[in-house]
């Protein structure tokens, strides 16, 4: 999907929100992702993070502008990185996770991957807002809800920060306070699958 300035202003917001000074955080950013439109000088996110003094990394099964081959779908692949990120960011990437297994999977890293009172941020596309006809219907296969994140919420040790609707795409953040993770079959009743 790509950043775009209005992604970033979200981000960056919710980072100076929870945390004050992004200076010396820790950020995983799911995707190699590059920056879209006109007026910011860096073109991909691991620039323009690392700019703002954030020890940035970046994951991608393509391995390409400095991301590191990982596969969300795969447990062992994150173990270095249990409890290492203040942030972790997915701007569209974990639509494309193939399977349904597999979104539950690269949900589960993502809270593995973050620390206590870490922050998880998404910008997605949302079934309520895409429907099958919208902007984003022919984007990906998976699709999200603000009631898929709600019961994300309400059955892990997070916190909702704050929820948004930004380019037709859901914005939510929360923040991790433990170790406790939903269930993976009330998680996947809540993912929308697109009919083909």
Same mark, same amino acid.
């Given at each position: 999907?790509?950043?775009?300035?209005?992604?970033?202003?979200?981000?960056?917001?919710?980072?100076?929100?929870?945390?004050?000074?992004?200076?010396?955080?820790?950020?995983?950013?799911? *995707?190699?992702?590059?920056?879209?439109?006109?007026?910011?000088?860096?073109?991909?996110?691991?620039?323009? !993070?690392?700019?703002?003094?954030?020890?940035?990394?970046?994951?991608?099964?393509?391995?390409?502008? *400095?991301?590191? $081959?990982?596969?969300?779908?795969?447990?062992? &692949?994150?173990?270095?990185?249990?409890?290492?990120?203040?942030? $972790?960011?997915?701007?569209?990437?974990?639509?494309?996770?193939?399977?349904?297994?597999?979104?539950?999977?690269?949900?589960?890293?993502?809270?593995?991957?973050?620390?206590?009172?870490?922050?998880?941020?998404?910008? $997605?596309? %949302?079934? %309520?807002?895409?429907?099958? /006809?919208?902007?984003?219907?022919?984007?990906?296969?998976?699709?999200?809800?603000?009631?898929?994140?709600?019961?994300?919420?309400?059955?892990? %040790?997070?916190? /909702?920060?704050?929820?948004?609707?930004? %380019?037709?795409?859901?914005?939510?953040? !929360?923040?991790?306070?433990?170790?406790?993770?939903? &269930?993976?079959?009330?998680?996947?009743?809540?993912?929308?699958?697109?009919?083909?």
């Amino acid at each position: 999907m790509g950043l775009r300035k209005d992604y970033l202003t979200y981000i960056d917001n919710t980072i100076k929100s929870i945390f004050g000074s992004p200076n010396n955080l820790h950020m995983l950013e799911l *995707g190699d992702q590059k920056i879209k439109g006109k007026g910011i000088k860096f073109g991909l996110g691991k620039s323009y !993070y690392q700019d703002q003094g954030l020890f940035h990394t970046s994951v991608d099964l393509n391995g390409r502008n *400095g991301s590191i $081959v990982k596969d969300l779908k795969n447990l062992d &692949d994150f173990i270095e990185y249990h409890n290492k990120f203040d942030i $972790v960011t997915n701007s569209g990437t974990t639509e494309h996770v193939d399977t349904l297994e597999g979104q539950y999977t690269s949900f589960l890293n993502i809270h593995k991957c973050l620390k206590n009172n870490g922050i998880a941020i998404h910008i $997605v596309p %949302d079934i %309520d807002i895409t429907n099958e /006809t919208g902007r984003w219907a022919d984007h990906c296969d998976y699709f999200y809800s603000i009631n898929l994140f709600t019961t994300l919420v309400e059955n892990s %040790d997070y916190k /909702t920060i704050s929820f948004d609707i930004i %380019d037709n795409l859901r914005a939510y953040t !929360y923040q991790k306070n433990g170790d406790k993770f939903i &269930d993976k079959n009330l998680f996947l009743e809540k993912i929308h699958v697109r009919k083909n």
